[in-house]
């Protein structure tokens, strides 16, 4: 049976000489083919993690399997592509001489170098100095890099970092390109909008540990409706009635029903009928945003 | 090995600071053959008078000539130029490109030594280039009859100056891998070639009426100086025999340079690459 995961730790965890435990005890699981995104505030030990799963940083406990094999190693790195925090290219050369490097180091042809470039939308520019580029070209080629050697795994690091809407807009197109088909995409973002658009499945990251793991459905909860109506007790009784408690509770001063949105008519009609006013009724879902700052403890907006 | 030597050597053909250094190179050799040549024509009288003599600046005696030339400040180039190449990997963030593109760390530092090595042997060709075709200039002016050093002494020449090039360049890279900067291991190094060995030497020499000789001649410039002193000849004038046997200078010089490029390769294998 072909494996169906392609990166799995085990209680991984990297505790700094300083000590600082900057990941810890981190279990997670990333399946083939899809785009998992790694969610978590600044500082919360996304790149840490990820600079363990490629070999730049050895864990302090804990193991961790990428590709099939130890981070790291060469027949495993042959199988991933990474874009590690900022784009690591030299300034005196071009984008295209630049990958001609990394297509060098990774053994790859340079046919590959402008089928990248190209993927990218590099070509015509391909040969600036990669010190002229702009930020959003700079990330654009740290990604054509990662793409060189066709990986089955691709690492990016939040690679709309630093970009105006228009380039993250772009950014966030392409990835999601390149998340087409068999390979599996890990981006990391602590933007929640980025990753509610591009994954299918989400880790999220706080103070080194991770707090949930799910496909971004699971994470936003099941759909329900929300009703306000006056009086507001009378209206909890009746659904609760209706419903079962389980299904019914109060959040400032608006009932949250889990239920099918189908049944807002039914809902309407007998709150009407036993002489209740109904002043909202509507479908809800969790924003992705209010789980993240349920699961993380920081304040929303702060 | 070969991927990475391959790379290396592509990302270092265009890079400034080796084209500079290599115009830099030439052009001390060009001004130190220059300046010999004027002071030789024009010798001056009493306490100003010049100690260059024409004969030195011939091309039979071109390799020992250009040893001044090569050292101390090639040496010095040299350490600038291996803190460049390993600092920067950290500075830019490509010492994580590379390391994350398959061949191992080891592999990856091996590869980057030999290419650098491989560009302190063009910078060795440039200064031999450059003073031969100088000599020749001075011969073809003054009408004295062109004649080369045996090719063994020439080999031995390159051979000589490559190796002070290339330990001086150890420094620098293994500066460079250490302090993960490039500008702050470039000027440890010169503070270390210029000042601090100087100094150091100077003190364990005068310890006990030069008894503790033998440690100061364990230092790396030491035996460099005593390297490049062994080519000589009487066209130079009188000279002190050098402590340091060329034979040993050569050693110590390599065992040096092994050890530095060896200590570098065990802190990237170890290290953490942040």
Redesign the interface.
Known sequence: MENTTIVETHSLTKRYGSGVLAVNSVDMSVRRGEVYGFLGPNGAGKTTTL?ML?????PTTGTATVAGHTP?S?SG??R?G?L??????????SGR?NL???A????VGKKRVDEVLDMVELTSRGGRKFGTYSTGMKQRLGVA?ALL?DPDLLILDEPTSGLDPQGMAEMRKLIKDIGQGDRTVLLSSHLLGEVEAICDRVGVISNGRLVTQSTVQDLLGEEGVLVRAQPTDAAQDMLTRMFGPEAVSRRDGAIHLKTDPGKSLEINRQLTAAGIGVSELRPFERSLEEVFFQLTGEKQGS | MI??I??EW??NR???AFLVSSGVIAGITLLIYGVSWYQALHPGTGDRRGLASIATLYPDQFVNAVMGAGFPLGAAIAIVLGALIAGSEYS??????????????LT?WFGRVVAFEAWMGILTLVLFVVGAASSVVVASFQGHPIAWPAAVDIAKGLGAMWLVFAVNGAIGLALGVVIRHSAAALGVGLIYVLAVEVLLVRFVDSLNNGAYQWVGNLFVNQNATALTQSFHSPAFGPSVAPSIGAEQAVLVLFAYFAGLIIIAAALIRQR???
């Not at chain 1, 490629?54 to 050895?58: D, K, T």
């Not at chain 1, 590690?84 to 050369?93: C, V």
Request: net charge positive.
């Open positions: 600079r490629v070999g730049l940083i050895r790291g060469p790195l042959a991933i990474a590690i925090e900022s784009p690591g290219f030299y300034p005196y050369l001489e001609m490097v990394v060098d180091m990774a053994s890099g050697k | 991927a990475t391959r790379a592509r990302k265009f890079r400034p830019w963030g490509t010492m994580k490109t590379t390391l994350t593109q398959g061949p191992g760390r990856t953490d690459v942040t």
